[in-house]
């Protein structure tokens, strides 16, 4: 079991960047397929990025391709999603997920959670 803390979340204007991060406790972070997900209000959770065990293989749905990115650093237990150009559609709760096999990126499908942080986009 791994346990998923997110921090990094706030009030930004439209334009604006943010940095996401999520601390991994437990067991081994380098064997988990990590993702984030947003869930906006009355919306269901959507991936906005994943990445592989050792990053080496990402992936962003169009509507966040070219201005978010995921990193990870596993020697640090810490994953990591940086929002460029963020705009009022991206509000939402953020949350990191963890899953041991790359292949889908179905919320369904991540065995574990944090508790999420929000992040508020003004126009």
Known sequence: QVQLVES???????????????????????????GWFRQ???????????????????????????????????????????MNSLKPEDTAVYYCAARPDWGTFESTMYNYWGQGTQVTVSS
């Open 40 to 82: 906006a209000p009355g919306k269901e959770r959507d991936l906005v990025a994943a990445i592989s065990w050792s990053g080496g293989r990402t992936y962003y749905p169009d509507s966040v391709k070219g201005r978010f990115t995921i990193s990870r650093d596993n020697a640090k237990n810490t994953l990591y999603l940086q």
């Open 8 to 34: 990094g979340g706030g009030l930004v204007q439209a334009g604006g960047s943010l940095r996401l991060s999520c601390a991994a406790s437990g067991r081994t972070f380098s064997a988990y397929v990590m």
